[in-house]
């Protein structure tokens, strides 16, 4: 069942290039309610628990370096079928690949540097949600 909150990060290619602003713009046009949100860097070994399902894959280490090489903004997101709507905003992981219109197609530079994070389940959203956010950050 399909609940109605995600949990999104804006990576550090986005949030250098200045595009956080632009970013959250069209995550509320699109007619999310942001409840919570946060501005933070993460050290390689918090990046590491964050990624922490990806550890047997090749590229683990080179994502922990990436998401800890900057600031990131972390926030939960509320819209009804809250998941599957952000993943559709953001686009395809690989930017080439990203439709028109997309936070993706607009803002990411390569597969690695590609903008946003998006929970890719239900389940992910509340696990990722609660790695930055207590009950006491959010708001609604």
């Keep these: 069942m399909a609940t109605n909150r995600t949990f999104t990060m804006i990576k550090p290619d986005a949030f250098g290039a200045g595009n956080t602003g632009a970013i959250l713009e069209m995550i509320e046009s699109a007619g999310f309610r942001i409840i919570a949100l946060r501005a933070t860097r993460l050290s390689p070994e918090l990046a590491g628990q964050f990624y922490e399902v990806h550890k047997e894959r090749p590229f683990y280490a080179d994502l922990c370096q990436y998401m800890s090489s900057g600031p990131i903004v972390a926030a939960i997101l509320e819209k009804s ?43 992910n959203a509340l696990i990722e949600s609660n790695f930055f956010f207590s009950a006491f950050d959010q708001i609604g």
Excluded at 96 to 107: D, H, M, V, Y
């Design 81 to 123: 079928n809250a998941v599957a709507d952000f993943r559709s905003l953001i686009g395809a992981t690989n930017p080439e690949n990203a439709a028109e219109g997309t936070i993706r197609k607009r803002f990411a530079t390569s597969l690695e540097a590609n903008a946003i994070h998006g929970s890719d389940s239900d389940e």
